[in-house]
């Protein structure tokens, strides 16, 4: 059973920084990529960042600059350091994992339970 756990977030004031932590738990066969995903109550959720195995990034454009994502590939952590934040980058924020099911090698998703992130102005 493969579980990630985020910490990390809380209220911050506009202009400050917070840093978002993944941890990955239980047997993945390989993590091809790992990433985080924000959603605000009435919308879909949105790619705010993603790393592959291969070192590739890929930010919205609504953040580039602004975070960066990181991986601890040996841990299976994820990471998101969040700078200069805005309220409206205020959401709940989700760690998801891509990778292979360590017993069928099948191609799986996972996501985290997801940690609030609070900008006030």
């Known amino acids: 059973q493969v579980q990630l756990v985020e910490s990390g977030g809380g209220l911050v004031q506009a202009g400050g920084s917070l840093r978002l932590s993944c941890a990955t738990s239980?047997?993945?066969?390989?993590?091809?990529?790992m990433g985080w995903y924000r959603q605000v109550p009435g919308n879909q959720r949105e790619l705010v960042a993603v790393?592959?195995?291969?070192?590739?990034?890929d930010y919205a454009d609504s953040v580039k600059g602004r975070f960066t994502i990181s991986r601890d590939n040996a841990e299976n952590t994820a990471y998101l350091q969040m700078n200069s934040l805005k309220p409206e980058d205020t959401a709940v924020y989700y760690c998801?994992?891509?990778?292979?099911?360590?017993?069928?090698?099948?191609?799986?998703?996972?996501w985290g339970q997801g940690t609030q992130v609070t900008v006030s102005s």
């Open positions: 790393k592959s195995s291969g070192g590739t990034t």
């Open positions: 998801n994992v891509r990778g292979l099911n360590y017993y069928t090698h099948d191609a799986e998703e996972y």
């Open positions: 239980g047997s993945i066969f390989h993590i091809y990529a």
